[in-house]
């Protein structure tokens, strides 16, 4: 099942225009000691009726367990049109618009999204994504490095409150070129990045400052202070965004109070219309503004005329690219996440200005009742003060672990234990809920986690 | 089919908008401003965000009537060469898209991700089976990503053996533009040899640029040029005895499929476009997918995560501290799974049988393509050699006689309904096209083809302003590029 239309009759009217005996003649320029002898490995083909069943039953071993895990994925209510529209052949199966005249569709989608995300970010310009919200904040480092160029350090600040797989990701991909990453503590009452922590770096030079709003604890940092803290010095700031959030929060572009904003905003995309599917494809976007458009990596939409005077759209600013300049490229990505940007851009054309909002208002309710009913659970209680978004972090009176396989056998997926990451923070479990939890949701967990916490005391 | 109206064909969205309009079914029930009252003002937003307002049907068509001006697989034929665009099978999709797989959370505990975990531990053993490599990695999200983890690994293993002088990537000059720019990225300095006139390396350049700063030689083969590298054992001994490893980019593997394997060939590492050989979609620019496959001595180095078996057939991530050598991490969290659970269905679809007919069927569909279009009168930039499952015939001639482009004959083609194969590239060729059929597609859109180039080159010759100023069939004539990058015009402004 290689789905591959010849005939008999077709292959040999096609050999004899070649002019040779068979297919297997066109390979006689490969030394026969290379040819493989067998491919025993990979199991015999399966018609489609037995590959939809064989995924029925994996998908069935994988349950749907009700999920109060956020951490840098959120589970939203995703419309239909958004996938029906996306998985359209002419989306689907289209490749990127490099013949700019037969893919106006894709072109004029990716500049809506464009003009969409560089407003809800409050920057001036957008690319048209990159891989996910991780290696987003590996090339915005590398793009600052290139950008400041007041600073000769490479050194980037990372507070531990920014999500710690975009960390370990930035160190992973910008190391190589020379980059430093160094973590700045939090404050262990609030759970957010203090002025203080920055002040030993008054002295050095520092290429950018990375905050991360909403932080991986769901807190809210006090990004005006961080950012004019940084731009003082001509430190670039890196904002790392929820997209939802920003229905309700401040906008990077209006970061600080000079309002100049944000140098460079990434994030992941994954909220706008995108499924968990198990970490993937999501997006990373970026914005940026104007002055620094030539320093952005990725590809980019421009609104042109046609020979007529009319208008269209075309891939511009090329020559930053790797298919034009090579090694010296901004980057070496080349196909990004086409397909994930369609759907946040239909996303956000049914959410609007007003369901976005409603959106982010009832994920940042639904995480209050959610926090509310745990903490009134004995041995459960908040580990920071302040304000949060849709996520927080739960301290218990025990080991986090077993209670979740507790959970987890009861059909629940009660968080992410911060153990891995934040061992200082004792048993310390992040929790999420979004608008698609309902009251009895909310119920079921608490009910869940009593019985759990008994299991585990049993045990 | 000429259009005369000014404004091209479909409004912007934002032209669609009415203030208080609405998807509204779509949202969540209204909560009182009190609910959000916790939120302190200053952190607060004070200008909603410019999004359009617009009812789910207006969206509805405005996104199907922008997905009718795009050429893709499933309406057109499209031989672009280096990109592999065959049939994506319907059903790669839709079992890809069953709830429990996409409402899967990626920090979902093992014990409710067995099912999935099982399919990628499966593409991790039938990617090693048909690639002939030892270890395989699945998170790189895109072809030039697996490109990064490659030569990342590289680096690393000489690294750990403190061969720190190890800097420099040989490349060939016909090679993708990734490549360099990859090496770059991982901080290596580039250097380019030469191809002969056969389209083989020059193997005396290659002796002469090897030794002690060399990392490695990145290759595709059958290489950008269409042709198979006959030399291929004797390069990768000049290399291995040089002490630099070989990097196998994988982009041209659609044509080797089943018949020869990168592992036996000699390198050291590979990446591979699962987007293009095992048939995930372009999806208009990505998601891709740039699996990675290691030799037994880079095994350590592979990034995380990777999914391992244990006793008791449980399925589980293997993470930092399983190896510690790892170049870590280049995803969030694994990877673009979705896209990897459509290329495992494909590939159990295929089965090992299948496997072979696509090279098989890829190399006859693309020497036919050759040898019809030879018999039509157009140049083969490789007279002399096989095509692979792509190959490239060069206009210059015409470009010379007529004063037609390879890029007027591309933009004709548009006209016939069928996408263009690649142009300039590779960059050595002159007025090229690099032509890649696969092996979805049968005799009679071969032979629709050539009669198009046939068409084409008589209308060149006789009325060749048709040519030079085509497509006249699209939804816009050639756009002004220059303007494009010159004059900005990157996001939508509301007219006050």
């Given at each position: ?124 310009v957008s690319n048209a994504s990159l891989y996910?919200?991780?290696s987003a904040?590996a090339e915005a480092s590398l793009m600052a490095v290139r950008a400041n160029r ?23 991909t910008a190391?190589?070129q020379?980059l ?84 460079i905003?990434v ?17 990373g976007?970026m914005?940026t503004?104007?002055e620094y458009v030539r320093q952005m990596p990725g590809r980019i ?14 891939l511009t600013l090329q020559a930053r690219e790797q298919h034009i300049r090579r090694a010296k490229a901004t980057s070496n990505i080349c196909?990004n ?123 | ?143 030039a990503h697996?490109?990064f ?28 533009g990734t490549?360099p720019a990859t090496a770059t990225m991982c ?298 990058a ?11």
């Amino acid at each position: 099942m290689a789905f591959i239309p010849h005939t008999p009759a077709d292959v040999e009217a096609m050999l004899a225009t070649i002019g040779v005996a068979s297919i297997e003649q066109l390979f006689d320029e490969i030394p026969a000691s290379l040819r493989v002898k067998s491919l025993d490995g990979v199991p015999v083909g399966l018609n489609e009726m037995q590959i939809g069943r064989l995924m029925s039953e994996r998908a069935r071993a994988d349950g749907r367990p009700l999920c109060f895990i956020g951490a840098g994925a959120y589970e939203h209510h995703i419309p239909a049109a958004v996938w029906a529209l996306t998985t359209r052949g002419e989306f689907y199966s289209a490749y990127t618009p490099y013949q700019a005249e037969a893919s106006q569709g894709t072109l004029q989608l990716i500049y809506e999204y464009q003009t969409m995300m560089a407003s809800l970010t409050g920057m001036e310009v957008s690319n048209a994504s990159l891989y996910d919200g991780a290696s987003a904040v590996a090339e915005a480092s590398l793009m600052a490095v290139r950008a400041n160029r007041k600073s000769k350090s490479r050194l980037i600040l990372v507070p531990r409150t920014v999500n710690p797989q975009y960390r370990r990701v930035a160190v992973a991909t910008a190391g190589n070129q020379g980059l430093r990453f160094e973590d700045v503590p939090y404050a262990t009452d609030g759970g957010v990045t203090p002025l203080d922590a920055l002040k030993k770096y008054e002295a050095e030079d520092i290429t950018a400052l990375v905050i991360q709003q909403p932080n991986f604890f769901g807190q809210l940092e006090d990004v005006d202070a961080l950012t004019d803290w940084a731009h003082a010095k001509g430190i670039f700031v890196i904002a790392v965004v929820n997209p939802t959030s920003l229905a309700l929060l401040k906008p990077p572009g209006e970061w600080g109070t000079s309002g100049k904003g944000a140098d460079i905003v990434v994030g992941d995309g994954q909220p706008l219309g995108v499924p968990l599917s198990s970490g993937g494809p999501y997006f990373g976007f970026m914005t940026t503004r104007m002055e620094y458009v030539r320093q952005m990596p990725g590809r980019i939409v421009g609104r042109t005329v046609d020979l007529s005077g009319r208008e269209g759209f075309t891939l511009t600013l090329q020559a930053r690219e790797q298919h034009i300049r090579r090694a010296k490229a901004t980057s070496n990505i080349c196909t990004n996440q086409g397909l994930l940007v369609t759907a946040a851009t239909i996303y956000m054309s049914l959410m609007g200005p007003v369901g976005l909002e409603r959106t982010a208002a009832a994920s940042h309710a639904s995480t209050k009742d959610l926090v509310a009913a745990l903490t009134a659970v004995k041995g459960v209680r908040r580990a920071f003060a302040g304000p949060f978004f849709h996520e927080a972090v739960l301290l218990f009176d025990r080991p986090v672990a077993p209670v979740l396989t507790s959970l987890g056998k009861r059909g629940i997926l009660g968080g992410l234990d911060l153990s891995e990451h934040y061992p200082e923070l004792g048993y310390a479990l992040l929790v999420c809920a979004t608008e698609t939890k309902t009251k009895s949701d909310i119920d079921s967990y608490v009910t869940a986690l009593a019985e759990a916490v008994q299991a585990v005391r049993a045990a | 089919m000429m259009r005369t109206h000014d404004k091209a064909n479909e409004k912007l969205i934002f032209e669609y908008s009415h203030p208080g309009r609405g998807a509204t079914d779509q949202w969540p029930q209204p909560l009182p401003a009190t609910a959000s009252a916790d939120l302190p003002q200053h952190l607060r937003r004070t200008k909603p965000p410019l999004l359009p307002e617009v009812g789910e049907l207006e969206a509805v068509r405005h996104f199907t009537r922008l997905s009718q001006l795009n050429f893709s697989i499933d309406t057109h034929f499209y031989p672009l060469g280096s990109c592999t665009m065959k049939y994506n099978p319907k059903a790669c999709n839709q079992y890809a898209m069953l709830p429990e797989f996409l409402g899967r959370h990626p920090l979902a505990p093992e014990s409710h991700g067995q099912g999935f975990l099982a399919c990628m531990y499966e593409l991790q053993e039938m990617l090693k089976e048909v690639t002939g490599m030892q270890g395989v990695a699945l998170s790189p999200m895109a072809g030039a990503h697996g490109e990064f983890a490659g030569v990342a690994m590289i680096r690393a293993y000489h690294r750990s053996r403190g061969d720190l002088a190890r800097n420099e990537i040989i490349v060939p000059e016909a090679a993708h533009g990734t490549n360099p720019a990859t090496a770059t990225m991982c901080g290596c300095i580039v250097r380019e040899i030469p191809v002969n006139e056969e389209g083989d390396i020059e193997l005396d350049a290659l002796k002469a640029a090897v030794g002690p700063n060399t990392a490695g030689i990145m290759l595709t083969n059958p290489s950008t040029l269409g042709v198979f590298e006959r030399r291929i054992e004797e390069v990768a001994r000049i290399v291995h005895n040089a002490g630099g490893l070989l990097y196998y980019d994988g982009a041209n593997l659609n044509a080797i499929l089943g018949k020869v394997r990168p592992g036996d060939m000699g390198f050291d590492v590979i990446h591979m476009n699962l987007h293009k050989t095992f048939s995930t979609p372009h999806g208009g620019g990505g998601p891709g997918a740039g699996a990675v496959g290691v030799s037994a001595r880079l095994r350590p180095f592979l990034p995380i995560p990777i999914v391992g078996l244990e006793e008791g057939n449980r399925y589980r991530w293997l993470a930092e501290k399983d190896l510690p050598q790892s170049i870590g991490r280049l995803s969030g969290f694994m990877g673009n799974a979705g896209v990897l659970l459509r290329a495992y269905i494909y590939m159990r679809m295929l089965g090992r049988e299948g496997m072979s007919q696509v090279g098989e069927y890829a190399t006859l569909n693309a020497n036919y393509l050759l040898a019809r279009l030879k018999q039509a009168g157009f140049d083969a930039a490789y007279p002399s050699r096989r095509a692979s499952h792509e190959f490239i015939i060069t206009l210059k001639r015409q470009a010379r006689e007529l004063d037609v482009t390879t890029m007027d004959f591309a933009k004709r083609l548009l006209d016939h309904g069928i996408h263009a194969p690649t142009t300039y590239f590779p960059l050595l060729v002159p007025e090229c096209l690099l032509i890649e059929p696969t092996e979805t597609e049968g005799k009679d859109v071969l032979d629709t083809f050539v009669a198009a180039m046939t068409q084409i080159l008589e209308e060149a010759e006789q009325e060749p302003e048709r040519v030079t100023s085509a497509p006249h069939t699209m939804p816009v004539r050639r756009l002004d590029d220059v303007r494009a990058a010159k004059q900005l015009d990157l996001r939508w402004k509301p007219t006050a």
